[in-house]
């Protein structure tokens, strides 16, 4: 009769060691969760990278090519003014 009660038995303990692994062991649901979030954190990261190196090589580009920038740049951030040019300044 106690053969009869083994096999379910056993049955019964694989079943709980497999739910314990899906649920705590590596791999498991909430790891699985966990490693989606930071991908989705990482994704947005990199898109945001993406637009500032895009943004930047653009600026590069228009550095490279064109001294309009250069001489903007210098105006705005700089406050030059070319030779016999009368600069104005009003203050607020």
Same mark, same amino acid.
């Given at each position: 009769?106690?053969?009869? *009660?083994?096999?379910?038995?056993?049955?019964?303990?694989?079943?709980?060691?497999?739910?314990?692994?899906?649920?705590?062991?590596?791999?498991?649901?909430?790891?699985?969760?966990?490693?989606?979030?930071?991908?989705?954190?990482?994704?947005?990261?990199?898109?945001?990278?993406?637009?500032?190196?895009?943004?930047?090589?653009?600026?590069?580009?228009?550095?490279?090519?064109?001294?309009?920038?250069?001489?903007?740049?210098?105006?705005?951030?700089?406050?030059?003014?070319?030779?016999?040019?009368? *600069?104005?300044?009003?203050?607020?």
């Amino acid at each position: 009769m106690r053969a009869r *009660f083994v096999p379910p038995l056993i049955l019964v303990l694989l079943l709980v060691i497999l739910q314990w692994q899906l649920w705590n062991g590596r791999g498991s649901v909430r790891e699985v969760a966990q490693l989606r979030t930071q991908l989705a954190d990482q994704k947005d990261a990199n898109a945001k990278a993406a637009l500032n190196n895009e943004r930047l090589a653009s600026e590069v580009n228009d550095l490279k090519d064109g001294l309009e920038m250069v001489e903007e740049r210098a105006r705005a951030e700089l406050g030059m003014v070319k030779p016999n040019e009368v *600069f104005v300044q009003i203050a607020r």
